[in-house]
């Protein structure tokens, strides 16, 4: 148990539904994360947020649209996904930016059909 | 250019056998930290170690050492006497200081402790 939660674990949609992604974190951080793990390809930064505010957005596609409420809560709004988008997005939060070290949730494996 | 590369894809040892997981990186940058992660399959990573880029000193941890060479850009990770638990993806990244959100991955090594 990593302190950090992500909601549901698997998720199987079409390509017209739309979506949500939920993480929380216990841990009073200030920073939180997503990730992209996709087979064979190294974990990709989507999203950042510190103190509630995106301070990243590593050209990810405008059919992924992040939300963070409060330094608890990080939301992912999926809409007209492709199955390329197919993947386990992780959650991650951390005291604080970058060098921090992160926490990890245990991903919601997601596939689109 | 920013790179980690993890050379093994996946590895298979038998367990007690000590195992060494292979780590290169890249950076121009004369101040970053890097890390290993663990990723069992239950999905979360679970942190092992951080390391900045002055502190070369190597690091021992029950089973687990790093060894950490900034001659040849290496920060391999050494597991001792291996366990059947250790089963699981190792990560390796890089956090340049000046890019501090810009963490990067290895693409990970496969470990398979056989019984």
């Known amino acids: 148990e990593t302190g950090v939660t992500q909601t549901p674990r698997h998720l199987v949609m079409g390509m017209t539904n739309k979506k949500s992604l939920k993480c929380e974190q216990h841990?009073?951080?200030?920073?939180m994360y997503w990730y992209k793990q996709s087979a064979k390809k190294p974990l990709e930064l989507m999203f950042v947020y510190n103190f509630k505010e995106q301070t990243e957005n590593n050209s990810v596609p405008s059919r992924f649209s992040p939300e963070c409420p409060n330094s608890s809560h990080l939301f992912l709004h999926l809409h007209t996904l492709q199955p390329e988008d197919s993947a386990l997005y992780l959650c991650?939060?951390?005291?604080?930016?970058?060098?921090?070290?992160?926490?990890f949730g245990q991903g919601t494996r997601l596939t689109v059909v | 250019a920013q790179k980690v590369t993890q050379a093994q894809t996946e590895i298979s040892v038998v367990e007690k056998e000590d195992v060494t997981l292979d780590c290169v990186y890249e950076?121009?940058?004369?101040?970053?930290?890097l890390f290993w992660y663990k990723q069992p399959p239950s999905g979360e990573l679970v942190f092992l170690i951080r390391r900045n880029s002055f502190d070369e000193q190597n690091e021992i941890s029950g089973r687990y050492s790093w060894n950490f060479q900034k001659s040849t850009s290496s920060f391999n990770f050494t597991i001792t006497a291996s366990q059947v638990v250790d089963s699981a993806v190792y990560f390796c990244a890089l956090i340049p200081a000046n890019r501090d959100d810009k963490i990067i991955f290895g693409k990970g090594t496969r470990l398979h402790i056989l019984p």
């Open positions: 950076t121009r940058d004369t101040t970053y930290y």
């Open positions: 991650a939060s951390s005291s604080d930016r970058g060098s921090d070290v992160a926490f």
């Open positions: 841990l009073g951080h200030n920073a």
